[in-house]
């Protein structure tokens, strides 16, 4: 299953084509197969009859799973997130685009995992990626309030409840 967030063409040069792919393992095996085949994107990228199966979130909306919601925000942008990798970078098919020259074309990930536990990844970015002020040199776990920092922009992951559905009648 290929992930087209997860090409390494666009980097010129061996070594951070090497680290890029590096990174892009280690991002693809912290997914396990729970959280794989919970995302909706990969799913339907996935076309072998043979493919994991699990109920998908519900589409449209940054609800990963139950009545969470995950997102990241910047000032006054928010970004959704769902179940599954979810893309940070300057590319505009990321999950998250932050238009900034200072930030990676690639430069994280934050997973949301099917039992609510999140990680923030460093896809191997050029300048580094910073968890409440200090770089990250491997998968780490994230909580609500969080600040990212890449570069000079800085994201504030939030988890919060979602609203209730209403009560059918």
């Known amino acids: 299953m290929s992930d087209p967030r997860l090409q390494s063409l666009h980097l010129e040069g061996q070594p ?11 991002l693809q095996a912290a997914c396990g197969s729970q959280t794989i085949a919970g995302d909706l994107r ?16 519900p589409p449209g909306g940054p609800v990963a799973t ?6 990241l925000k910047d000032g006054s942008n928010v970004y959704p997130l769902r179940l599954g990798m979810n893309s940070v970078g300057r590319l505009p098919d990321n999950d998250v685009v932050i238009r900034d020259e200072c930030v990676s074309r690639r430069h994280c990930a934050v997973l949301v995992h099917t039992d609510l536990r999140c990680e923030l990844h460093d ?3 050029k300048n580094g990626t910073q968890l409440n002020g200090k770089k990250i040199s491997g998968p780490t776990r994230l909580q609500s309030g969080d600040q990212i920092l890449l570069c000079n922009r800085k994201l504030t992951f939030h988890v919060t409840d979602a609203a209730p559905e209403p009560a059918a009648g």
Request: glycine content about 2%.
């Open 16 to 26: 951070r084509r090497e680290q890029f792919r590096a990174a892009r393992q280690a």
């Open 42 to 57: 990969l799913l339907v990228a996935d076309e072998r009859p043979d493919a994991p199966t699990a109920a998908p979130p």
């Open 66 to 71: 139950g009545r969470f919601m995950f997102y």
């Open 123 to 125: 896809v191997a970015s």
